[in-house]
């Protein structure tokens, strides 16, 4: 095999690093990545990777020899690219292939197309929102009505192509749903709940994962980086909510009522099921393989019912950091049995434990000038959000984890 030269491996690095990012690694993952690949293609470089771009510089003899930067757009969690180009790094680091080969098949992985269009990605929304709206305890028209308003929230985000429409969709689909929830709550079936419903709903665009992912950079002192996504994260649940509370002074002034009966409480075969229509609803809406189903939904059952357990006896926060922690480690056991990235098992997971709905709900109170419920319910949110990922921290120290991913 030919030894790669310097510019064949820094543009496989740059390349690797931003198909990381583009694919749903954090931005600690992904510095951790490449500076172990770089490492053992005997490269001595400093990398930065932002929400929107990573800076290289690489060193040969304490001289600087080549600076790059790539700029990039937030990416879409795609974990059956993130596991290709996974593998690639490993084939390239077992020297099973040549740098530029690598690099060849990376770019190829680029240009696949996605495992499920965009018609499946809408199913998937409804999946998720029929599930959550069961786990906050609606009846099954309530999940059901949730469901058909989640597909057009899908359809409209992956068909909206005018960009001035596009930066406030949340608000605008978070209106119309809220709008359209109360609205037939009031006139036509009184037994539905529709907070239940519009929640649910919207739920794939509160950016829970994103807030978890930015106080975890922000807990490995990628700073930049993490109060960029914190303060992204924090936009869209302003527009989410600035959305809902405009429905409301709507159907207000229309003079439409509404009243929350009381929720309902699954069993745990019905728990069982609805975490499994989950697992497939997040199998497809992270585009992740068939194959790892079965690990998926193994992941979401156990999290949920290790933190549905834990908030019997305990705290919020306890609860948050025992689940993260189970969750870190069995996905961490999982990466070591399958040599495959945690992250395959663990983002899919914790989609059920990330406290965005509490930020959703601490805005609204904002907004209803309610400082205090507001204020509450924020340091909810942010006591969550941290216990969660010291939680998966403590689940890596439990299991150590073989692979940066």
């Not at 992904?30 to 053992?40: D, P, S």
């Not at 077992?94 to 996605?114: C, E, F, L, M, T």
């Not at 040599?339 to 509490?358: M, N, Y």
Request: charged content about 15%; proline content about 3%.
């Amino acid at each position: 095999m030919k030894p790669a030269n310097l510019k064949q491996k820094i543009s496989f690095l740059m390349l690797m690093g931003t198909s990381l990012h583009r694919y749903g690694a954090s931005s600690d993952r992904v510095e951790k990545a490449l500076v172990l690949t770089a490492n053992i293609l005997g490269i001595s470089g400093d990398f930065f990777s932002t929400p929107t771009g990573i800076f290289a510089c690489f060193k040969v003899n304490n001289q600087i020899e080549e600076t790059r930067l790539k700029r990039l757009d937030v990416g879409k969690v795609n974990l059956s690219k993130l596991l290709l180009v996974d593998q690639v790094v490993d084939d390239v680091l077992d020297q099973k292939i040549g740098v530029h080969k690598g690099s060849a098949r990376i770019q190829k992985i680029i240009n696949y197309n996605p495992l499920y269009g965009s018609h499946l990605v809408n199913i998937s929304y409804v999946l998720i929102a029929f599930c959550i709206s069961l786990y906050l305890g609606g009846n099954i028209y309530d999940a059901l009505i949730s469901g058909f308003f989640s597909f057009f929230v899908g359809f409209f985000a992956n068909t909206v192509k005018l960009e001035r429409v596009s930066s406030i969709y949340e608000a605008i689909a978070s209106f119309v749903v809220t709008f359209l929830s109360i609205y037939i709550c009031s006139n036509f079936d009184m037994t539905l709940h529709p907070q239940i419903i519009s929640l649910s709903a919207i739920i794939t665009l509160i950016p829970g994962l994103m807030l978890t992912m930015a106080v975890g950079e922000l807990a490995s002192n990628n700073l930049t980086s993490g109060t960029a996504r914190l303060l992204g994260s924090i936009m869209i649940l302003l527009k989410i909510t600035f959305g809902v509370y405009l429905a409301h002074i709507f159907t207000s002034k229309l003079g439409l009522t509404i009243t929350e009966p009381r929720t309902n409480e699954l069993s745990i075969i019905q728990y069982i099921f609805a975490l499994l229509l989950s697992a497939l609803g997040f199998m497809i809406n992270f585009q992740a393989r068939k194959q790892e189903y079965l690990w998926i939904a193994l992941g979401c059952i156990l999290t949920f019912f290790c933190s549905l357990y834990m908030n019997h006896i305990s705290t919020n926060a306890i609860a948050a950091f025992t689940s993260g922690s189970f969750i870190a480690a069995f996905s961490n056991i999982f990466s070591r049995v399958t040599k495959k990235p945690a992250l395959t098992i663990l983002l899919p997971s914790l989609i059920l434990l990330v406290p965005g709905s509490v930020g959703f709900k601490g805005i609204e109170f904002m907004f209803n000038e309610n400082p205090i419920e507001g204020i509450n319910e924020l340091s909810k949110m942010i006591i969550v959000a941290v216990a969660l990922v010291s939680g998966t921290f403590f689940g890596s120290i439990l299991i150590n984890p073989k692979r940066t991913l």
